[in-house]
């Protein structure tokens, strides 16, 4: 086991602190940081010119002022779109934050980071050569990064790009022949869909020595239920509510 799992924390700040600041912007990931939390979960995808930005959706629509796939929009558009607005006009002004700003900007924070490679089916391989040469120059080694994504080809190329961290597979359910899939992007987690919870699967990923990470609780009471049946940390939009019993 990579010796990054030994510093993770029960709770994870889900896109910051999502909950109560406009997700994977900067304002977020201070928050997540002011309200306690140590590790924060963040979303990667490129630009249509292949520039790393923090952003969870395909399209631009929910989040900014902007139109379309982010994946066809190029930086030049990117940098000029507002990503705090939709959420309160306390927030006008937020960028979408590029990977090389944000990465920076995480650890003068102090905060633990799980990255999730966000790519539509068949940019995988783009995408991580996007990200690891930024990750490589401006992330300290020494401090705690999981690597994770529901596509298998983007953490098999990370695995060949940045073999030095770990990685976290991303399923919604744990399925049966979850070992082999995890053996196959060279995977030392899994990040579950809470609804899908099953206790014989968790056991199962447990005892084989895995860490099982379940995302997204926002609930302190189903949060102690995960707990107890061996999940190892939950992602939440509200690290405030979850971390008075989980410090
Ligand atoms: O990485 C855990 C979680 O963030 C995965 O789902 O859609 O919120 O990125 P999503
Ligand atoms: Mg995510």
């Known amino acids: 086991m990579h010796p990054f799992y030994d510093q993770l924390s029960f709770v994870i700040g889900h896109r910051g602190a999502c909950g109560h600041a406009p997700e994977n912007t900067l304002a977020s ?19 249509a010119d292949g520039v790393p930005y923090i952003f969870h959706d395909d399209r631009l629509e929910r989040c900014t002022n ?59 391989a783009q995408t991580t050569e996007a990200i690891a040469p ?30 030095e961290y770990p990685r976290g597979l991303n399923l919604d359910c744990i399925p049966s022949d979850w070992q082999a899939r995890m053996a196959e992007c060279g995977a030392e987690s899994i990040h579950f869909y809470d609804p899908f919870a099953e206790q014989n699967s968790i056991t199962a990923v447990k005892n084989a020595g895995y860490k099982v990470l379940c995302f997204t609780i926002n609930n302190p009471q189903r949060a102690a239920e995960l707990k107890n049946m061996g999940v190892d940390a939950v992602f939440t939009d509200v690290p405030d509510a979850l971390l008075k019993q989980n410090p």
């Not at 997540?32 to 995808?45: N, R, S």
């Not at 401006?138 to 073999?163: D, E, G, M, V």
């Open 66 to 124: 902007g139109k379309g796939l982010i994946a066809r929009t190029h930086s030049s558009e990117l940098d000029k779109l507002d990503a705090g607005l939709w959420y309160g006009e306390a927030f006008r002004g937020e960028a979408i934050p590029r990977l090389d700003t944000f990465l920076p900007a995480l650890q003068q924070l102090g905060l633990n980071l799980n990255l999730e490679i966000k790519s539509p089916l068949g940019l995988e």
């Open 29 to 47: 990931f201070r928050l997540a940081k002011q309200l306690g939390a140590k590790w924060i979960e963040t979303d990667v995808c490129i630009s």
């Open 134 to 163: 930024i990750i490589r120059r401006l992330w300290n080694p020494q401090t705690p990064l999981i690597l994770s994504s529901f596509t298998p080809h983007a953490l098999i190329s990370a695995r060949k790009l940045l073999p």
